[in-house]
């Protein structure tokens, strides 16, 4: 069964400051994506990444997926309040889309 | 307007009890999935459906059942709801049967079971 990894479980940081997510697995995946989700709200597509290496930019938001496609990081470049939520990373397995357990991220003005 | 609709967004109910819960997507997409949010905000698949078709069927109880009358709609019925069935359940929808392909979610219900 293919497992993907979050860390940190939770963060929580000061408005301004950088951050880095990790979104790890021992397997394969041929694209991952990244969600975000508020609380009383679904999960909302932010990014999906495809080939190996390649790094996307949503504003201040990074994303980049491993070479060996096993792993995806998001680094977010002087955190907003706004940025607050749980972010979720997913990937294919077995025709299935799988979710990781999620980042809990906090940003405190 | 709304892409994701699902109904009721919280159910309170208790032990014993049927409830059903209803989505609707109006992005023309093809599939639609139900998910299982739990108290640990871990999101896992019980159900997926292509063009009103059952495609995935992961290891949820009997009381669970899913229909699909058209594929813009995707409802869930739960027979005998039990203290464990409490969560958030998510319905989503994709343009596509991939893994690859986006999913957009609904805003969830809350089932609350006493």
């Known amino acids: 069964t293919q497992l993907l990894e979050q860390s940190p479980q939770f963060l929580s940081i000061q408005e301004g400051e950088n951050l880095t997510v990790y979104c790890n697995s021992s397997?394969?995946?041929?694209?991952l994506q990244w969600y975000r989700q508020e609380p009383g709200e679904g999960p909302v597509l932010l990014v999906t990444v495809v080939t190996g290496g390649e790094v996307k930019k949503l504003k201040r938001l990074t994303f980049q997926f491993g070479d060996a496609r096993k792993d995806s990081s998001l680094h977010i470049t002087a955190a907003q309040t706004g940025d607050t939520g749980l972010y979720l990373c997913?990937?294919?397995?077995?025709?299935?889309?799988?979710f990781g357990k999620g980042t809990k991220l906090s940003v405190k003005p | 307007d709304t892409a994701v609709s699902q109904t009721p967004k919280y159910l309170v109910t208790q032990m014993g009890n049927d409830k059903s819960i209803k989505c609707e997507q109006n992005?023309?997409?093809?599939?639609m999935y139900w998910y299982k949010q739990d108290s640990k905000k871990f999101l896992k698949i019980m159900f997926s459906y292509n063009n009103k078709e059952l495609i995935i069927n992961e290891t949820v109880p009997n009381r669970f059942s899913p229909k699909s009358p058209d594929k813009a709609h995707l409802n869930l019925h739960i027979n005998s709801l039990e203290l464990g069935d409490s969560a958030v359940y998510f319905c989503?929808?994709?343009?596509?049967?991939?893994?690859?392909?986006?999913?957009?979610f609904g805003n969830g219900t809350r089932l609350t079971v006493t």
């Open positions: 989503a929808s994709s343009q596509v049967n991939s893994y690859n392909s986006p999913l957009h």
């Open positions: 997913a990937g294919g397995s077995q025709g299935n889309l799988i």
């Open positions: 397997s394969v995946f041929s694209s």
């Open positions: 992005l023309g997409h093809d599939t």
